[in-house]
């Protein structure tokens, strides 16, 4: 259903419209009565029973009192009345309700009993509800503000979510000052019913809206975060500022609202996967904010800068190439007519001196110049506050020739007290204006991250042909015999069900039988010992390595059998398996772990004892395409030992991005996988293969069969 | 010689001043006359053969022509004329001038050789000089503004030194906004003379600075630097924000002021040494500024966050774990009392959430309670403007309390239209405010670094009884030969005159004669061909390691000399180098290269393939003292192998510390080692020791006996 009602209501009922203008319920009403809202026939009614008029509005006591149909309802009255207001709209038949009061989730189980119950009214009457625990909703546009702020922001062309309220209060006092213009913002509260996604989903295509800005705690569906998000990523930027990350953070979240954080390490590779541009603190998130709201898109990463100070274009440049970007290399001919107009001293290369005495005609025909040049993406103007800087009237030439040309140009003007004149010029031409050079490169990198993604295809997930029966059958096996570990050789028969490389191996009961064997896969063997009892082999002595030769190996049989028996007597033993020992090779790491809200984290990195050490591993939350599978082996520091050092050859990365791409099949068909471990998983040569040496997985016996559950209420339901 | 004359002059004559109001010359006259200086008898003169009198004071031809003596002359003529006014100067007996004119070093080859003429007369003249190409220099307490800016900045705690002029004319329109407060300003311009360390050295003890700051794009005297900041330091921070430190930065740095740029990691270990706070950005800079101004230090890193707002605390929280620091842990007492007072759905843990309608009285009864609690070390105050906030009130009180307690309390007064209102209180009282939790976490983890610093004992350098002659034999015998590598046999000799351990080996002429060697220091042996002609023994065969007996020996050494024969025909052949194979243990890496400005920066690290990949090692300039190099092996990633992981003994961390401590007194014994390489070092179980297996040297015939050259001028002549 349709979120249009929540931004360009025809009638709006306030329930708990108060006559005492300290009150919330007054502040909502008279947002909207004196926010503009009222024009074109719209309508606004108060709903409170002990008064006639508020505002000059006629009070009812009951939304079934209002003649004619509302389209949304904001709700402010205390918590234990507002499940009886919500049934009373869904029998007035209004699609949609902003429920402000608090007193749900957030103030613990009673709450969130009462939350669950305004769930099951709004499914029940198919109402859509923001909050509760929310500020309410603005649009600037309609021009609506059901909200309990101070006044409507200016206009922009940034929709803004917010699970916080008070950080949203902040958001809206810096756009009162002017610093940005919002196009929406909703304010999500405890997010009951309306969510992140359903917000993505309903803004993808508003024309206002021009960047979307969040700043989320929580979110309780992952999965279809991201598969949203992807998609609505390829129309607008999504810039989203996520907190509880760090171990402190988390606690403070779940005391905060009670929603249930995700690893750090699941949510970066989430926003990676869905287009979702990181903000990294409130300040990248304003910074990002301006630059999207107002530039035209970064189309590559080649930066002019022009100063009329040296040590500011070197802290520019630094900043730049930190980030990964590069300092466009200008066309000659560009070169020269910008060495003929500017006097000897200054440098016409990129970074551009215009030198300290430049007055506004040395910026216009630099911008002019580079503004035309091919070879230039975007453009960074620095200036300092020099003797003779005429800081109004460079503002002027800048905020001109942005406003022309179709690549982002932002500026960096230092100072404030003289420097003001011309801030205030570029601010009010929406030319974006960082007070640090060091701020217009984070940006500008953001930008480019965002191209990126806007070219990125939409991924495509492979399915291989797998035996999906014969690994439901073991799993099954394993649950109803109450085990959630499943060991080496069950592992053997999942991961080779579903085409995964294993070394060959047989069962032998005898000496003499593990030597034909041997003689048949050839040389050298491991023996392990094969016992449904005994999951520690190693730590009876019950595996040996590296055998040679039939004496090796009728030695080691007899000598983990004598162990076996004397150290476990109680075990049932079927005889030693027989595995041909594989060669050696690089040895990397494949698992996966469920978290709770994005589901199966997938992780690559490699093996060994430097690498344990080390922690150097990529993440991706499966599904995923082979292309974002080849990107985990390039994330790794220690990719290159993948491409072959000191002379080795290259290895086989296509065998690694393949059984990456079997195990995020196969644990996306089997939720109850809650951890795999391949380790390690050995990769040859090019062309040569890898193979699946240790494995090891642990179920979770109350997975549902399909998909998370989360019982945040019925988020999903218009997917 | 004293600097005070820069600052506290009784007279100051200006060589150029103007009649004309749109010169230089005119305004660094105008700014004196104007700003504050001429009280107590201090007198300006203005120098110019061509007026009279200029703004009412009496002109005279020449310095020689002013009656009484001169403290400081501000030079700002034409370059030509600047050497004799120079010369003038020094026969007038002048002893400080700030040279404002440009044409100097930065103007190619030819200002070069007038800069160095300069230097010369100053030497001469015994005149201490501040530029050339600079913007002046300020100190706002005397008052006296002896530069061209306009007009005198508001006096604060901070002392701001500039080697960009253009970034210092964007910093005082900062303070001129009352952004900052400043003590003194020096534009160093090209640094003929008076440098960073000068200027270290005369603000040490500065009543009216608080804190020192430093815009630095090279550093000609390095080791310098490191000496005189490593005691500056310990008594007030220094800030500094180095620019050029990647590649791109680094060209636009030559470019600009020719000096020379550090490597980054040189600096990063030279600023770590020395004590010194590094800004990775103008806006660190600025924010660390406010903090060590106005605050009183910060004597732990248990920090209390007091909010009216869930959400940013959250951010508040991530950033300060982010940082490093911890959330305080309030006594039961300090606890009880909050949660008598504030409403029962208020957090009275850390961090403490007063709720969205706290006022000021909750703010200041938490603010009383924690500041008294002795776990808290400081505080952070969040305020969101909900719906009730008094946001003035609150900055009253916020202000009033932090002016009182001995804590750090710093504010985020999050927003700007409304919350003006209070930020601007908190301005007027010292209370350094962020607009963003992230900025107040960063600068108190800056707060945290600079007194780890502090009260970390200044470093003493052991020195090793060593065989410093034998060392200065082999590398005068390898110079007078033309050698710039040192192999293996002359590199053992030297790695055992200063105490390192090699493993043991003898020259065999015959094979039998290997057996017996290898009898007597025991199996299993490598054996190496032993030539002066073959530099590269592994290209030609000439290695076998891992040879186990008597047959292997002979076998060996029979087969390494046919090869050496054969592929090497003209080669002196004196046998083979019969060498103990050292025991297996954790390979690491020493190393030590010769940075441009800093001298001998040591490398420790791990050795093997993965660590060559990912590039974990960690530097320090020589000398430094036993405790640094401990640190050194705490700061690589993989520091845990060091200590031992998957139940493995630790290793001898004390070998290795000797062995860098030994290699760092080698490599400042001998500047002419430009390059070193042990790798790999071998390191066994503590107390086993280590051993120098493989190493290298390079050798750097042009280098002087002692210390860096450094052509700058006289910048350390007086430390």
């Known amino acids: 259903m349709s979120l249009d009602p929540f931004f360009t209501p025809n009638s709006v009922a306030v329930i708990g419209a108060s006559t005492k203008p300290h009150k919330l319920g007054y502040a909502v009403l008279d947002n909207l009565v004196n926010g503009g809202y009222l024009t074109e026939g719209r309508q606004v009614h108060p709903i409170n029973p002990k008064a006639e008029t508020i505002l000059d509005l006629p009070a009812y006591p009951s939304v079934n009192d209002v003649p004619g149909p509302i389209d949304l309802a904001v709700i402010v009255i205390p918590y234990p009345l507002v499940p009886d207001a919500l049934r009373t709209c869904g029998e007035k038949g209004i699609p949609a309700t902003i429920v402000i009061s608090a007193g749900f989730r957030e103030a613990g189980m009673e709450g969130l009993q009462r939350e669950r119950e305004l769930i099951e009214i709004a499914k029940e009457y198919n109402i859509r509800l923001i909050g509760p625990n929310c500020l309410g909703v603005i649009d600037t546009f309609t021009p609506m503000n059901a909200s309990f702020s101070a006044g409507l922001p200016p206009s922009g062309p940034m929709a803004f979510m917010s699970q916080s309220g008070a950080l949203g209060t902040a958001i809206l006092d810096w756009a009162q000052a002017g610093r940005l213009g919002l196009s929406k913002f909703v304010s999500l509260g405890n997010k009951a019913d309306v969510s992140e996604t359903d917000l993505l989903l309903a803004w993808q295509d508003d024309p206002h809206s021009r960047v979307i800005l969040c700043y989320i705690e929580g979110l309780p569906d992952g999965q279809e975060f991201i598969r949203v998000a992807r998609h609505v990523s390829k129309k607008v930027p999504i810039v989203v500022l996520k907190s509880g990350v760090t171990q402190a953070g988390s606690r403070a979240v779940s005391s905060h609202t009670g929603s249930l954080a995700g690893s750090e390490q699941a949510y970066q590779a989430a926003f990676h996967q869905a287009g979702v541009l990181r903000a990294h603190s409130l300040q990248d998130l304003f910074d990002y904010a301006l630059a999207f709201g107002y530039l035209p898109p970064l189309r590559g990463d080649r930066i002019a800068i022009i100063t009329n100070a040296g040590g500011p274009g070197i802290l520019a440049t630094d900043a730049l190439e930190r980030a990964g970007l590069r300092l466009a290399r200008f066309e000659p001919e560009c070169i020269r007519e910008l060495e003929q107009f500017l006097p ?13 005495d430049a007055m506004s005609d040395r910026y216009r025909f630099a911008l002019d110049q580079i503004s035309a040049d091919p070879h230039v993406d975007g453009i960074l103007v620095i200036l300092a506050p020099q003797a003779l800087t005429d800081i109004g009237e460079t503002a002027r030439v800048v905020s001109e020739i942005a406003g022309k040309v179709d690549i982002p140009v932002l500026t960096c003007f230092m100072g404030e007290a003289q420097v003001k004149a011309g801030t205030e010029i570029l601010e009010a031409h929406n030319v974006p204006n960082y007070s640090f050079p060091e701020r217009a490169a984070m940006v500008l990198k953001g930008m480019s991250t965002f191209r990126g993604y806007q070219t990125m295809a939409l991924p495509t997930f492979e399915t291989f042909e797998v035996d999906h029966t014969s690994v439901r059958e073991t799993l099954d096996r394993a649950l109803s015999e109450g085990r959630v570990t499943i060991g080496d050789a069950e592992a053997r028969d999942i991961l080779t069900a579903y085409g995964l490389k294993i070394p060959a191996s047989e069962l032998a009961e005898t000496g003499d039988q593990a030597v034909e064997i041997a003689n048949r896969i050839g040389y050298p063997v491991v023996l392990k010992i094969a016992s449904p009892d005994i999951l520690h082999k190693t730590d009876i002595g019950g595996v040996k390595i590296g055998l040679q030769n039939p004496t090796d190996i009728r030695d080691a049989f007899d000598l983990i059998t004598y162990r076996a028996q004397r150290y476990t007597p109680e075990a049932r033993l079927w005889g030693c398996l027989v595995q041909k020992m594989a060669p050696p090779g690089l040895e990397v790491l494949i698992g996966m772990n469920r978290d709770p809200q994005f589901g199966p984290l997938v992780t690559f990195g490699l093996g060994g004892i430097y690498v344990e050490t080390l922690k150097d591993v990529a993440f991706r939350i499966a599904p995923f395409s ?57 990769v040859y040569e090019e062309g040569l293969g890898g193979i699946s040496i240790d494995m090891r997985l642990v179920l979770n016996p109350e997975t549902p069969q399909k998909g998370l559950n989360h019982e945040a209420g019925p988020a999903g339901r218009n997917s």
Chains 1, 2 share one sequence.
């Open 626 to 682: 082979r292309r974002e599978a080849e990107d985990m082996l390039g994330e790794i520091r220690a990719h290159a030992l993948l491409d072959g050092v000191r002379g080795e050859p290259p290895t086989d990365k296509a065998a690694v991005v393949d059984a990456l791409l079997r195990i995020a099949q196969l644990v996306t068909d089997f939720p109850e996988i809650a951890e795999l471990d391949i380790n390690p998983f050995i």
């Open 344 to 356: 000897d001293a200054a440098s016409a290369a990129n970074p551009v001196d215009l030198l300290g």
